[in-house]
């Protein structure tokens, strides 16, 4: 299958929430795309970032405005914890969890039963967030678009998963990290990105046999019908810098669980064509291997093809692959429009080779990558409309003025006499 689809997340929607969600399921298919690729739905951190959620698990509440009819039986899991968490959070006006009284903070069942109590609200923000979603997911299949989600490896430090599971995670005896998880310098930041969440504790992980893990995909496919696992190499290894550091360069490489973890994954989707491997940045060939193994997809961004002559870059037109998903560009990418205006003239010149007479940049990439043999052609929505820097989602490594573009539904009258459909 030859898919194409759209980027956006559910906040850049008019409304800012899934009130929107049908009528944008509906654009999809008018204009020929079969998929919509979203950012995590989780709730967001302080900085509106959807990576560095304090759940794994929960629905962004916020986005369901109105009360719908649900049912969650499949989330035991994780559920009271978020309650609880929840709960206790507002309660102690917001502070960390390492900041609560020591009974709260470690977990002591005396401590936690006057909140046990309270928690009633916050589990029905949840059957309602899933009766609403449910909604929206029987509306795409109804008109065959397929819907992807956002599985980030990393969790927040201050998130009901690392204060329900400590041991899984990298911490100090007081429940502070004693590594973050981030990358080193490379195209996005000179000093690297610290993005301040806490690595995994594999061992731990492989102890309980991955249930935290099998859970939290179980979870997603119980959403989406895709998932993208967002810094895939993580599982190969990870970059784990000094949590006393201010940037990313002083890390060193912590390895990973690979195909120990994969397989359990693999197995739990039941099919491999469920996930993607976001294998962006600097990657060993043993990741390669690794997705391979599993025929899990891979990522190509055609921003990052015509930069270089080097005849291996794995986003350049000539090499992308069937067993990949192109994109124009990700949400961590500058606006086609804003990379090309920033573009050196040797790049400018090997994209206009590929190019046609009368083309806008936006057009020529989005045919390159619908024309390319890859699997699945996902093109940000921002793309489509032709859209400057001013349209972008987020700069890495930057916690102001990210996650905040709308579209104003006249907008969309600019793309809806394009095509994304694929030829076979």
Request: with cysteine.
């Amino acid at each position: 299958m030859r898919a194409s689809g759209v980027l956006c997340h559910i906040t850049s929607l008019p409304n800012g929430d899934l009130r929107d969600a049908e009528r944008f399921i509906d654009f999809i298919a008018t204009i020929g795309a079969n998929v919509w690729q979203l950012l995590p739905i989780t709730p967001p951190d302080e900085h509106a970032s959807p990576y560095a959620s304090p759940s794994a698990f929960a629905g962004w509440s916020d986005l369901c405005t109105t009360d719908r009819e649900g049912s969650i039986d499949d989330d035991s899991y994780w559920l009271e914890d978020w309650a609880l968490f929840s709960v206790i959070k507002d309660e102690m006006n917001g502070a960390a969890w390492t900041d609560w009284p020591s009974g709260l903070r470690d977990r002591e069942s005396e401590a936690l039963k006057p909140y046990r109590q309270k928690i009633g609200a916050k589990i029905s923000e949840q059957v309602h967030f899933n009766g609403r979603w449910q909604q929206i997911r029987a509306h795409s299949i109804e008109k065959g678009v397929s819907l992807i989600g956002d599985l980030p490896i990393f969790v927040a430090h201050d998130s009901a998963d690392v204060w329900a599971h400590r041991e899984l995670f990298l911490l100090d005896e007081d429940g502070h990290p004693s590594v973050v998880a981030g990358v080193p310098p490379d195209y996005f930041s000179e000093d690297g990105q610290r993005w301040g969440t806490v690595l995994h504790d594999w061992s731990a992980h492989e102890a309980e046999d991955w249930q935290w893990w099998c859970q939290r995909l179980a979870r997603m496919l119980r959403l989406f019908d895709m998932v993208r696992i967002d810094h895939f190499r993580g599982l190969h290894s990870a970059w784990a810098i000094p949590a006393a550091e201010e940037n990313a360069r002083n890390g060193k490489w912590l390895a990973g669980p690979g195909a120990k973890l994969l397989g359990k994954l693999v197995d739990i989707a039941g099919d491999a064509r469920c996930i993607i491997a976001e294998d962006l940045g600097i990657i060993p060939a043993e990741v390669i291997e690794l997705r391979r193994r599993f025929a899990i997809e891979g990522m190509a961004v055609l921003h990052f093809g015509f930069s270089d002559d080097n005849p291996l870059n794995p986003h350049n037109p000539e090499n992308i692959r069937s067993d990949q998903v192109v994109y124009t560009a990700t949400h961590d990418n500058d606006t086609t429009v804003g990379w090309w205006r920033n573009s050196s003239e040797y790049t400018r010149k090997r994209v206009a080779a590929l190019a046609k007479t009368d083309e806008s940049i936006c057009e020529t990439l989005i045919r390159i990558a619908l024309e390319s043999p890859a699997g699945m052609a996902i093109i940000p929505l921002q793309d489509l409309l032709e859209l400057d820097s001013d349209a972008r989602m987020n700069t890495p490594g930057t916690t102001v003025d990210n996650w905040k573009w709308q579209f104003a539904w006249q907008d969309l009258d600019k793309c809806c006499s394009q095509q994304l459909q694929r030829t076979p």
